[in-house]
């Protein structure tokens, strides 16, 4: 598609992008530029540990759940995090205090490590 053909049609390509599309733009008939679809391919790993000791946390769900922020957005969360968050409020694989959901980005939690980045922690002492 020429670069004026695309001035024109801004709202329709962005539309037809939306939909899966893959447009080329050309300039002087060379192409120079490629519009395609977003897709959030960042992972987060939400996981519900437990501890007897407060030292040695393990995973306590058999698979931590994983979500990227679009999949987070389109459930109505405002982040992997907000995820995170009504996990920890309606968890009920743990009992008393020793437990915590933490995040992950990335799809292979070490739970003897700290998260990569960002993380979001909860941990209950009730």
Known sequence: M???????????????????????IEHYNRPVARLVPYID???YTIAIQGTDDGKGWQTMSPTPETVTESEAADMGYVD????????AYNQTIA????????VW????????????????????TQ
Do not use: F, Q
């Open 95 to 102: 009992e008393g205090e020793g437990w915590r959901v933490r």
């Open 41 to 43: 391919r960042t992972l």
């Open 105 to 124: 980005e990335g799809e292979d939690p070490d739970t003897g490590a700290e998260p990569a980045g960002e993380c979001y922690w909860h941990e209950i």
């Open 80 to 87: 992997a995090a907000d995820v995170a968050r009504d996990t």
């Open 2 to 24: 020429k670069s004026s053909e695309v001035r024109e049609n801004w709202r329709a390509l962005l539309d037809d992008v939306e939909k899966g599309e893959t447009i080329i």
